[in-house]
C-alpha cells in the first residue's frame, strides 16, 4: 500500500544516526572538516554582547551559523546538512489565462552522508532529499504547456505537501567510477552551468531555461533510479548511464508500482573544453523508454491543460535525444569560480508519445558584471519549443495548442551570503492558444540555514 514516503520515524532514525555517530568519541578529521572550521569560524562566537555581532551575522555563509560549533561537529562526524527556504511572488501582469498575483513557497532539507566518517566504509555516501510546498503556483494563470515557475511545480503542481524525494546511495569503486541506486530526485545535481541550476532556485526560473522539455516522458521527477558514472581527474563527470522506473512517484513509496510500465534509459557523454584557456562542456545525452504513455499525459513539467479528453489506446515506446553546450567567456583571475558565459541546448524527440517535437534554449548568465557585486548573478535567455502536431491536432477541438517561445532575465542579488534576492521578467507566448502573448513579473528570496 502506497503512503507519504516521509514520516516522522524517518526523521528520527536521522537524528539517532547523528547522535550515534559523534557519541563514538572519536577525534575530527583533518582535510574537509577542518577548512570547514576554519572558514567559519566567526559563526560559533557565543559572546552576543561584542560589538562585530552584526558584521558577523552579515557575513556568515549561513543564517544560522554554526550552530555555536555544533555543525562544525556533526559535519566532522560525516553528516552534511544544506537547508534552504524559497519564497516566490509572482504576478502575471499582463493577458495570460488570469492577470493576478500569488505567493507560493517551498523548504528544501538536504543532507549528505560521509560513509567513512560516519563509521561506515570508505567510498560510500547517502543523500537525502526533504522538500515541501506551499501556497499557490502561478502556473495555473499563464496558460504555458511548460512550468513558467519549475520550482512552484515539483514535487507537485498545485497544494501542499511535504515528501522524501530523494534517498540515494553511492559507492565509488575507484577515484574516477561510482555506482549509485535508490529513489532519486533527477533534478539534484542536474545543473548546465551559466542556468544557476536546474531546480530553478537560485537562477533562471523558466523550465525551458533549465533542461530540454523533450525529456519530458523520458526523465521522470522522482523516481526509483540505479547506474554508473566516470570522472575525470577534476572530478568532472565525463559519461554515465541510469536507468529509471517510469512511474513518477515524488510523494509516496512508489514498491507498489516498481516498474510496472516498464523502465527509461539514459545516457549521457560530457567533454570538457578549454577554448581560449576558458572552460567550457559539450553534452550529449540519449534517452529511451520502454513504457507505455498517452499524448496529453500530464507529467511534473507538462500541463496539458484541465477538461482535455484522453484517448484509451497508449503508445509503448519513447525517446530523445538532446545536445547542450556551455562555455565561459570572462573568468576572474582573482577567483576561478566566478564567471559568466554562453550556454545552449537543441533537444529532438518521437512525435508520439512525446508532446514536445523539438526544443532550443540559448542564454547568457553568471557572476555580475557590475563592479563591488562579484557575489551577484545574472542571465538572459530565449526559448522555443515545437509541439508535436499530433499533439494539436488530438487538442484541437477542446484546447487548441501551439508552439510556445519567449524570453527571460533575471538579476539576483546577494544581499548576504545567506540571503539572495532575485528579480525575474519573463515574455513568452503559451502553448494554449486562448492564453494571449504574456508578461510575467517574479520575486524571489531564497535564505540558506
Known amino acids: ?18 547522535v550515534s555517530a559523534c557519541a563514538s568519541g572519536q577525534e575530527p578529521e583533518t582535510g574537509v572538516g577542518n577548512e570547514y572550521l576554519k572558514e567559519d569560524a566567526p559563526d560559533r562566537l557565543e559572546s552576543f ?12 555563509s549561513k543564517l544560522t551559523g554554526d550552530w555555536l560549533g555544533k555543525r562544525s561537529l556533526i559535519s566532522d562526524c560525516g553528516f552534511n546538512w544544506d537547508i534552504h527556504n524559497t519564497h516566490f511572488y509572482s504576478g502575471v501582469a499582463s493577458c495570460g489565462l488570469e492577470q493576478t498575483f500569488q ?54 503542481p498545485d497544494g501542499s505537501v511535504t515528501a522524501l524525494t530523494g534517498v540515494m546511495f553511492t559507492q565509488a569503486l575507484s577515484e574516477t567510477f561510482l555506482i549509485f541506486g535508490g529513489k532519486q530526485n533527477t533534478l539534484d545535481g542536474f545543473g548546465q552551468p551559466f542556468t544557476g541550476g536546474a531546480t530553478g532556485q537560485d ?45 513518477d512517484t515524488p510523494t509516496v513509496s512508489g514498491f507498489d508500482t516498481f516498474f510496472d510500465n516498464g523502465v527509461s534509459l539514459v545516457a549521457g557523454a560530457n567533454l570538457p573544453t578549454d577554448f581560449g584557456g576558458r572552460p567550457g562542456h559539450q553534452t550529449l545525452f540519449v534517452t529511451y523508454s520502454t513504457g507505455k504513455y498517452l499524448d496529453l499525459e500530464a507529467s511534473a513539467y507538462f500541463d496539458p491543460g484541465v477538461g482535455l479528453i484522453l484517448p484509451t489506446e497508449r503508445t509503448r515506446g519513447s525517446q530523445s535525444i538532446v545536445y547542450g553546450f556551455d562555455q565561459a567567456v570572462f573568468v576572474s583571475p582573482e577567483d576561478p569560480k566566478r564567471s559568466w558565459g554562453l550556454f545552449g541546448n537543441l533537444g529532438l524527440a518521437d512525435t508520439n508519445p512525446s508532446p514536445f517535437r523539438w526544443s532550443a534554449n540559448i542564454g547568457v548568465g553568471g557572476a555580475s558584471l557590475i563592479p563591488r557585486r562579484q557575489h551577484d548573478t ?25 508552439d510556445e517561445s519567449g524570453v527571460e ?17 519573463q515574455a513568452v507566448t503559451p502553448g494554449r492558444q486562448r492564453a494571449d502573448d504574456l508578461l510575467l513579473f517574479s520575486l524571489r528570496a531564497k535564505l540558506d540555514f
Request: hydrophobic share 45%.
Open 203 to 247: 537562477g533562471f526560473m523558466n523550465t525551458h531555461l533549465l533542461f530540454s522539455p523533450v525529456l519530458t516522458r523520458t526523465f521522470p521527477y522522482s523516481t526509483f533510479a540505479a547506474g554508473c558514472v566516470v570522472l575525470n581527474s577534476d572530478e568532472e563527470w565525463l559519461f554515465n548511464f541510469t536507468a529509471y522506473d517510469t512511474n
Open 409 to 425: 532575465g533575471f538579476y539576483n542579488i546577494a544581499a548576504t551570503p545567506w540571503c539572495h534576492i532575485t528579480a525575474d521578467l
Open 378 to 402: 545574472f542571465g538572459f535567455g530565449y526559448f522555443y519549443l515545437g509541439v508535436n502536431d499530433s499533439l494539436k491536432q488530438l487538442a484541437a477541438v477542446v484546447e487548441p495548442i501551439q
Open 103 to 156: 505567493y507560493r513557497g517551498r523548504n528544501d532539507i538536504l543532507l549528505n552522508v560521509h560513509g567513512e566518517k560516519a563509521g561506515l566504509w570508505q567510498g560510500f555516501f547517502i543523500d537525502l532529499h526533504a522538500e515541501s510546498v506551499f501556497g499557490t503556483n502561478i502556473n495555473q494563470s499563464a496558460g504555458t504547456l511548460v512550468p513558467i515557475i519549475l520550482a512552484e511545480s515539483v514535487p507537485i
Open 1 to 18: 500500500m502506497n503512503s507519504p514516503f516521509l514520516s516522522r520515524i524517518g526523521f528520527r532514525a536521522i537524528i539517532l544516526m547523528i
Open 49 to 60: 554582547g561584542n560589538d562585530d555581532t552584526h558584521r558577523l551575522l552579515l557575513e556568515r
